[in-house]
T-cell receptor, first 116, second 112 residues
């Protein structure tokens, strides 16, 4: 079955612009999490969605936002881009959220965002 | 604070077994041990997870000590494609994936 699909794979934006990244989870997965990965900070949690509701949020400014649609696909948006937003943005999907028990999360290949 | 401790790096010869240690001395009874790996600039790849029994799948084996304070991931016959950063993660059954702390992991380099 298809894995987690993130689009686009690469993106170059200018400071001050905004960007939207997309994540299609594995079929049947209802939980989607987003992470930012930079060389200096490692994997940092952005937010988590389940059934179209944001369930958890990391410590990022309000310029970072997201949403989840009824088909579980998710988008994240970054407004007023800064040079420091250059990173690999990863999306992970899992079958359920919270009170699930013994399952795993699967990651997409990520979107490499470069802000110039 | 990270719940796991891993060596920053290790080398392994191609064809030999790679044994990756992880300490999780504060693990609680409902927390699983998960292993992921990340090949350069790709998304993390799920490898294996377990609660207290040893686990094996087509990729690796997971050995968890009886007191559950440490575990070892075993790649039975390392290949050059196994060069990656390996992350050991502890996750409770009710923890959201968003709360996971991946830490710095172990950079494994498989050499010919």
């Amino acid at each position: 079955k298809a894995g987690v699909t993130q689009t686009p794979r690469y993106l170059i934006k200018t400071r001050g612009q905004q960007v939207t990244l997309s994540c299609s989870p594995i079929s049947g997965h209802r939980s989607v999490s987003w992470y930012q990965q930079t060389p200096g900070q490692g994997l940092q949690f952005l937010f988590e969605y389940f059934s179209e509701t944001q369930r958890n949020k990391g410590n990022f400014p309000g310029r970072f936002s997201g949403r989840q649609f009824s088909n579980s696909r998710s988008e994240m948006n970054v407004s007023t881009l800064e040079l420091g937003d250059s990173a690999l943005y990863l999306c992970a999907s899992s079958l359920v959220q919270g009170a699930d028990l013994n399952t795993e999360a699967f990651f997409g290949q990520g979107t490499r965002l470069t802000v110039v | 604070d990270a719940k796991t401790t891993q060596p920053p790096s290790m080398d392994c010869a191609e064809g030999r077994a790679a044994n990756l240690p992880c300490n999780h001395s504060t693990i609680s009874g409902n927390e699983y041990v998960y292993w992921y790996r990340q090949i350069h600039s790709q998304g993390p790849q799920y490898i294996i997870h377990g609660l207290k029994n040893n686990e094996t799948n087509e990729m690796a084996s997971l050995i968890i000590t009886e007191d559950r304070k440490s575990s070892t991931l075993i790649l039975p016959h390392a290949t050059l494609r196994d060069t990656a950063v390996y992350y050991c993660i502890v996750r409770g059954t009710t923890d959201s994936w968003g709360k996971l702390q991946f830490g710095a992991g172990t950079q494994v380099v498989v050499t010919p």
